[in-house]
């Protein structure tokens, strides 16, 4: 994959690591890297407004109780909508159960239908990226969609196959309490917030059952659109503010 931002970004972290220890990226390196983006990084401190918190649907009663394991065995012989038909693999999610930070895609594609794995096409390799640069390892957080199975053609997930799946979403998040979670795209913001208007909504922190939701761009838009990457990494650096991740100054 060609070198973007997020590439740069990881780069002089591991510079700036060697150097002192301390992991940080220097205001004035990032906006080197905004020089041909859409907008500068603001570094300037980030406080989260007060939002009306979605409360999350009840979840199902049938999986109201289950664990993790239990979840994720019951979703491998899922049937209850029409994309059992033509996916090879469950798709459940994968990370750390304790995460601090979930995201939320859409769906699998290809690559994650082949290998029963989200997010490990290209769109997946950006996503790690952006991870790495949150200064994050990819194992520390939570990744799952709101569909476990692939639709066909890599169509945005219908809205009953999208209501069908959410259940096992939600009771994921329940199990998991991260202390936020990054949506990536219009679909779950569609689905886990449901509003639409990723374009409007980017950037501005929302809630979902009382877990602060950072909504931004989806990393196969940012493949489409690499300009887009500069307000993406806006929104991810408002998260690892939260986690005391800020640059020097
Ligand atoms: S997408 Fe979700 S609801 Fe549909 S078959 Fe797969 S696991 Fe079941």
Not at 23 to 39: H, K, L, R, S
Not at 118 to 123: E, T, W
Not at 213 to 236: I, Q
Request: glycine share 6%; proline share 8%.
């Amino acid at each position: 994959m060609k070198k973007d931002i997020f590439d740069e970004i990881i780069g002089h972290l591991r510079e700036l690591q060697t150097q002192d220890k301390t992991t940080f990226i220097a205001p004035e390196i990032v906006n080197e890297f905004f020089t041909d983006t859409q907008a500068a990084p603001k570094p300037e401190s980030v406080s989260v407004p007060a939002q009306a918190s979605v409360p999350a649907d009840p979840v199902d009663p049938a999986i109201a109780s289950m664990t993790l394991e239990e979840l994720n065995s019951s979703a491998q012989k899922c049937q209850k909508c029409p994309l059992c038909t033509s996916r090879k693999n469950v798709v459940f999610g994968e990370g750390s159960p304790n995460a601090d930070l979930m995201f939320i895609g859409e769906g699998p594609g290809l690559d994650e239908d082949q290998q029963g794995r989200p997010f490990v096409g290209k769109a997946g390799e950006l996503l790690t990226k952006m991870i790495t640069a949150m200064q994050f390892e990819r194992k520390q957080v939570y990744i799952a969609n709101i569909v476990k199975c692939r639709p066909p053609k890599n169509r945005n997930p219908l809205p009953e196959e999208a209501n069908t799946c959410l259940p096992y979403l939600q009771r994921q998040i329940e199990l998991i309490q991260p202390k936020v979670i990054v949506i990536l795209g219009a679909v779950p913001l569609k689905y886990l917030l449901n509003k639409v208007g990723i374009t409007r909504l980017r950037g501005q922190w929302d809630s979902y059952n009382n877990i602060k939701v950072m909504p931004t761009f989806h990393p196969a838009y940012l493949l489409r659109d690499p300009k887009a990457k500069g307000v993406t990494w806006n929104d991810l650096q408002q998260v690892m503010k939260l986690f005391g991740k800020v640059h020097k100054k």
